[in-house]
């Protein structure tokens, strides 16, 4: 049977072949029916998202409480799911320049809206230990990055990504220019 690489896509009008996609063709049948599933799934990605917030950040909540980060220009950073039909997968990245007198300050990322889930590994956290900036008892400024995936669910609402910090001890804790980053990867069933 022919190869039928002539046939016009239906959307732009431009000439496609299941080999473009790296699908071997060996049925017209089948090639078509291939050409049409890539057409309907071809969907455009959201593009990514940057929360900042500029300045120091004397940082002293409660100890061994998770708070919003105390910013005149941080607000919050919020990502939807354009898709009716597949699930958006995300690399969720954030950071700051971190210090912290005496015990530890933390850095993480609570979730609201279609998505919940706290900052904290130890309870409901995307992120693991391993993921979360932390800076130990050092009075000079580090920078700190984490980051985890999160798959946002067809049909869900908008996820807010709020940044926040945890100090454990008394003393100065800073968590300068903290970021949250949202870059959408891929489409998926």
Same mark, same amino acid.
């Given at each position: 049977m022919g190869n039928y690489d002539d046939i016009a896509a239906p959307v732009s009008g431009q000439p496609i072949s299941a080999g473009m996609f790296g699908i071997p063709v060996r049925n017209a049948v089948r090639d078509l029916d291939v050409r049409v599933a890539l057409l309907e799934a071809a969907q455009v990605l959201p593009l990514s998202l940057r929360g900042a917030a500029a300045g120091n950040n004397v940082f002293a909540p409660a100890i061994n409480t998770w708070s919003n980060l105390p910013t005149s220009t941080w607000g919050t950073v919020q990502m939807t799911n354009p898709s009716p039909d597949f699930d958006l997968m995300c690399l969720v990245s954030f950071g700051a320049w971190m210090?912290?007198?005496?015990?530890?300050?933390?850095?993480?990322? %609570? %979730?609201?809206?279609?998505?919940?889930?706290?900052?904290?590994?130890?309870?409901?956290?995307?992120?693991?230990?391993?993921?979360?900036? %932390?800076?130990?008892?050092?009075?000079?400024?580090?920078?700190?990055?984490?980051?985890?995936? %999160?798959?946002?669910?067809?049909?869900?609402?908008?996820?807010?990504?709020?940044?926040?910090?945890?100090?454990?001890?008394?003393?100065?804790?800073?968590?300068?220019?903290p970021t949250i980053e949202i870059t959408p990867i891929r489409f998926q069933p």
């Open positions: 210090s912290s007198t005496s015990g530890s300050v933390r850095m993480g990322v %609570l %979730l609201t809206g279609g998505v919940s889930a706290g900052p904290d590994p130890a309870v409901n956290s995307v992120a693991g230990w391993g993921m979360m900036p %932390l800076e130990g008892a050092n009075s000079q400024l580090v920078q700190h990055a984490g980051s985890f995936s %999160l798959i946002i669910p067809k049909g869900a609402a908008a996820v807010t990504f709020t940044a926040q910090g945890y100090r454990s001890a008394t003393g100065t804790h800073n968590i300068n220019f």
